[in-house]
């Protein structure tokens, strides 16, 4: 069984920064942990993923912008979201994903993030 706990989130000005953090527990061989985003009314996406290889992929909307990075002894990643936009409102959740018989997807509560002009 996997937990995901996230922190960071908040409100935060137009052109500011914030720092998301998640922390896994539990169980699990990792293949990559990631960062998604639900704007208001839409579907959630990918923002952010890192492999288990050490490559990172981000969505284009946010790249040069975010950072994601990991922490393997501490079963964390973080998000580092730079000059934060107003289209980057929303709940952001963290995903790890589990290698085994079948891949294995667990989500955190989300934390929301809102960004004011």
């Known amino acids: 069984q996997v937990q995901l706990v996230e922190s960071g989130g908040g409100l935060v000005q137009a052109g500011g920064s914030l720092r998301l953090a998640c922390t896994a527990s539990?169980?699990?061989?990792?293949?990559?942990m990631a960062w998604y985003y639900q704007p208001p009314g839409k579907r959630r996406g990918l923002v952010a993923a890192w492999l288990n290889d050490g490559t990172t992929n981000y969505a284009d909307s946010v790249k040069g912008r975010f950072t994601i990075s990991m922490d393997k002894d501490k079963n964390t990643v973080d998000l580092q979201m730079d000059s934060l936009k107003l289209e980057d409102t929303g709940v952001y959740y963290c995903?790890?994903?589990?290698?085994?018989?079948?891949?294995?997807?667990?989500w955190g509560q989300g934390t929301p993030v809102t960004v004011t002009s």
């Open positions: 995903n790890l994903e589990a290698l085994g018989p079948t891949m294995t997807y667990s």
């Open positions: 539990g169980s699990y061989r990792l293949n990559a």
